[in-house]
């Protein structure tokens, strides 16, 4: 999150962990004008590749357990919040019971972890990469 917020108005961007046909992580990002979409993919792939050699700090490491959690419970609270929560658990771990034991593993995940998961996924081979830009007129 560090490189895309603070881009300097080159992108804007979300993500989904929660994928029920697709199991892993999605990311989207728009171009923000004046820049270009291969600017944003430079700016994606740094941090990506950024992601892979220098750990998190800290902060970021707390952040982010924070917002998860807080994205957990924001979902907890309606029946279809919690319908895809159990489904997603049962697909990706394999047991719709780890909702139970989520804060914790969560709160175990280290800035090495996090390394060691960057450099196993965010490869060239795992990528796809897709752009829709308007046709000129």
């Known amino acids: 999150q560090r490189a895309l917020s603070s881009s300097g108005g080159l992108l804007s961007w979300g993500s989904n962990l929660y994928c029920q046909l697709w199991p892993g992580f999605g990311l989207y990002v728009r171009a923000l004008f004046p820049h270009t979409s291969a600017e944003v993919e430079a700016a994606v792939y740094r941090e990506l590749d950024r992601l892979k050699t220098e750990p998190v700090t ?71 990469v897709v752009f829709l830009e308007k046709e000129d007129s």
Do not use: H, P, V
């Open 58 to 128: 800290e902060d970021e490491l707390t952040r982010a357990r924070n917002r998860l959690l807080t994205d957990q419970l924001r979902r907890l609270k309606k029946n279809n919040g919690l319908a895809r929560i159990l489904t997603s658990f049962q697909s990706l771990a394999g047991d719709w019971r780890y909702l139970t034991s989520y804060g914790e593993e969560i709160g175990k995940l280290t800035a090495d972890d996090l390394m060691k998961a960057a450099n196993t996924y965010f490869t060239e081979r795992n990528r796809t």
